[in-house]
């Protein structure tokens, strides 16, 4: 299944490079070590979706680790997404499939 997860992580990073957002330059470990939930004092979402969640769970998958079960990024996606101009329905749903695999549960997507 790890080759699953691994596709879904590639399809959140392609859609970040598709809506220009991927960065090139790491925010550092001092931006990283926030204790607020997604780093939001230190990271905006897009940031924090490439240098921790998919950083993380990468790491996880090469180790062969646990993955973790508990989680819902969704939400906090749609809502950070929502007033964006750009066109983030791809991203949003690829964002929704991971929690999907990760939770083994459905994703009620927003309208």
């Given at each position: 299944?790890?080759?699953?997860?691994?596709?879904?992580?590639?399809a959140i990073?392609?859609?970040?490079?598709?809506?220009?957002?991927?960065?090139?330059?790491?925010?550092?470990?001092?931006?990283?070590?926030?204790?607020?939930?997604?780093?939001?004092?230190?990271l905006d979402?897009?940031?924090?979706?490439?240098?921790?969640?998919?950083?993380?769970?990468?790491?996880?998958?090469?180790?062969?680790?646990?993955?973790?079960?508990?989680?819902?990024?969704?939400?906090?996606?749609f809502e950070?997404?929502?007033?964006?101009?750009?066109?983030?329905?791809?991203?949003?749903?690829?964002?929704?499939?991971?929690?999907?695999?990760?939770?083994?549960?459905?994703?009620?997507?927003?309208?």
């Amino acid at each position: 299944m790890s080759a699953h997860h691994y596709s879904l992580l590639d399809a959140i990073e392609i859609e970040l490079k598709a809506l220009a957002w991927w960065e090139t330059t790491h925010p550092g470990a001092e931006a990283l070590a926030s204790s607020e939930p997604f780093c939001l004092d230190t990271l905006d979402f897009s940031q924090w979706l490439q240098f921790v969640l998919l950083a993380r769970l990468r790491a996880m998958l090469d180790a062969k680790m646990p993955l973790p079960s508990n989680i819902a990024v969704y939400p906090m996606a749609f809502e950070t997404f929502k007033c964006m101009p750009e066109d983030t329905t791809a991203l949003t749903e690829a964002i929704a499939q991971l929690d999907e695999a990760l939770s083994e549960q459905p994703v009620i997507r927003e309208a």
